[in-house]
């Protein structure tokens, strides 16, 4: 069983960046996508961004140009630099894992989620 661990959210101001840790263990094996999602009460979970085992990305609408995920295979760790936040990016992020198959934020059926890590972004 694969378990997942975010941490890096905080408190900033608009325009500020955080970088979001997602810690693996006990290893990676059989995990081929790795995922970034947030939420706000009362909304849907939204797709962030996504990295494949070979490094291919996607990000949302919302955070194309603003956020960049990148993964650190020996150190079992996926992150999420984020710059220029708004209050909108405001919400608990969850870092998600999936087994082979699509690798697409709306379609992969992820199998691994965080506890999540909460990010505020005051105005």
């Known amino acids: 069983q694969v378990k997942l661990m975010e941490s890096g959210g905080d408190a900033v101001q608009s325009g500020g960046s955080l970088r979001l840790t997602c810690a693996v263990s006990p290893h990676r094996y059989m995990r081929y996508c790795w995922g970034w999602y947030r939420q706000v009460a009362g909304k849907e979970r939204e797709g962030v961004a996504l990295i494949s085992v070979g490094g291919t990305t996607r990000y949302g609408d919302a955070v194309q140009g603003r956020f960049t995920i990148s993964q650190e295979p020996d150190k079992n760790a996926i992150y999420l630099q984020m710059n220029n936040l708004k209050p909108e990016d405001t919400g608990v992020y969850y870092c998600?894992?999936?087994?082979?198959?699509?690798?697409?934020?709306?379609?992969?059926?992820?199998?691994?989620w965080g506890q999540g890590t909460q990010v505020t972004v005051s105005a």
């Open positions: 998600s894992t999936a087994g082979p198959g699509i690798c697409d934020l709306r379609e992969t059926e992820w199998l691994d």
